[in-house]
Structures are given as C-alpha cells and as structure tokens.
C-alpha cells in the first residue's frame, strides 16, 4: 500500500488522535486504498465522500492521513458541547455546523477560511448517512459545492465501501469479526471551472452540487461492481426525514444489498 509522508505539524490534538486511532483501526479492519495519491500534497482542496456508516469520519481520516493530509471536518455542533471533547476537537482543527439552521453559515466561513489557509476539508455532501435502501448516494446538498465555488480549490471526489459491514446505519453494536474489508478510492477533480467562471446562482450551484454527486456515484458503483440507480434517491420527495434515524421506532433496515468487493489491488 503506498503512502504519503505527511507534511504539517500534527499538534497535540492530532497526534493523540493518531496515536490512539490508527492502531485500533488498523487491527478491526483491512484497507484497499485505491487513488489515494490524487488528493492534492499541499494547498487547499475538499474531499467529498459518500456517507454510508457513523464511523466514516474514523476511516476516511485514516485514508486522507495515510495520503499526507491532516483531515479536517464540518463537524455537528452537538459534539462541541462536553467541554472536553470541544476541546479537543477545536485542538484538532475540526469546525463545528449547526446543521439546518442559519448559524451554519459561521461554519461556511470557516471553511472558507480554512481552505484559504492551505487545509484539507472532508466534507460529506449527502449532509447525513444516505437514506437509499440500497446505500446508494443520494441527492446531495449544496455545501461543498459552495465552498468549492467560493475558493476555486480543487474538489476530490472519494466514493468508499465497507464501513456499512462493521457499523450498520443507525446501530450501535459493531460488527468486528470476521474482520471486515474497507474500500476507499479517489477520482480526478471534479470540473467545474466552467462554473467558476458565471455568475453566482442558485442554479449554479445546482449543477456543482450534481457534478459532484455524479463523480461520487461513479466510483462507488466501480468499487462496489453494480450499476447506480438512474434517479438519486430524495428523502424530501419521500418525505423521510432530512436528520437524525429516519426509523426511530425501529431497527434500521439492513439494504437490500450485501456485496462484498472481492477487489484486492491498491495502490
């Protein structure tokens, strides 16, 4: 597996977390990491993923770690409120998102600001775990295309697979054994230069947010060898709601779906 040296200073933060994280990681799960040298060394750019489990942020910082990255998140707010896991997360450069709410525009900002200063922005743009009940990508919210539309960086879509098998959506037991594979793979930068140069517009955005989508689902249907549905799948259309379990009063579903990617190269 190739890997990139890491080129920023860690900070105490970051050096726990690695310290702490990386291990357990690396003993509960196997990795194919796949493209991962197409994220940009150095200078700002956002990597967008697809969200299909609540331990993705652990393993996608783990792929954007092991490719020369200190990963830095639009964290829920929630998570900023115990006084010492707000610290800490603060250490680590994470930014906290009041998510549907007019406050989000402070974390926009940061964002911005942090792009601006050279870091590396995981964003999921799904805004949650996707509610397709197959775990497709589905239609994905304006955020990252914002950003990307506000800075001009360089948008790195990364589509991953895995991560459903060792915590199902909106569960809370792991699955450890038999110990499960994980696959993640960057693509090409997502173009949009085209929109950089019109004007500001709903519409605009609109079509950054696709493009990404699109680049997204691509590489998820790759890694997982199926065909992605025609249609995204919108929960506002099915009236599923946008946060939180959207299955409160019961189990989360399993998807009808349980490849298992036999692909083995990673380079």
């Known amino acids: 597996m190739r890997v990139r040296k890491l080129q920023q200073k860690r900070g105490w933060a970051m050096t726990v977390a690695a310290s702490i994280l990386k291990p ?12 991962g040298e197409k994220i940009p060394a150095t200078g700002g750019c956002i990597v967008v993923i697809n969200h299909i489990s609540h331990v993705d942020p652990l393993l996608s910082a783990h ?5 020369g990255r200190l990963p830095r998140y639009l964290a829920k707010s929630g998570l900023f409120t115990n006084k010492y896991l707000g610290a800490f997360l603060t250490a680590a450069g994470q930014i906290p998102v009041e998510r549907l709410s007019r406050n989000a525009v402070g974390a926009y900002d ?11 922005i995981i964003v999921y743009p799904e805004g949650t775990l996707t509610r397709d009940p ?43 054994v038999p110990r499960k594979n994980i696959v993640m793979k960057a693509g090409d930068p997502v ?77």
């Open 110 to 120: 940061a964002a911005v600001k942090a792009i601006g200063e050279g870091e590396c």
């Open 191 to 267: 173009p949009l230069d085209d929109l950089l140069a019109l004007p500001s517009s709903a519409e605009r955005t609109a079509r950054a947010t696709d493009r990404i989508m699109d680049a997204i689902t691509a590489i998820v249907a790759d890694i997982r060898h199926e065909t992605a549905p025609e249609q995204r799948y919108d929960p506002r259309r099915t009236g599923v709601r946008e946060i939180g379990n959207p299955h409160p009063t019961a189990r989360h579903a399993a998807p009808r779906t349980h490849h298992k990617t036999k692909r083995k190269h990673s380079r």
């Open 63 to 67: 792929f954007v770690y092991d490719h």
């Open 24 to 35: 357990t990681l690396l003993s509960a799960t196997s990795r194919t990491w796949i493209d």
């Open 134 to 176: 197959d775990l497709w990508p589905m239609k994905g919210k304006t955020g990252a295309a914002r950003l990307a539309l506000a800075t001009g960086c360089p948008v790195i879509p990364v589509g991953q697979w895995g991560a459903h098998e060792v915590l199902p959506p909106y569960t809370k037991r792991p699955h450890l």
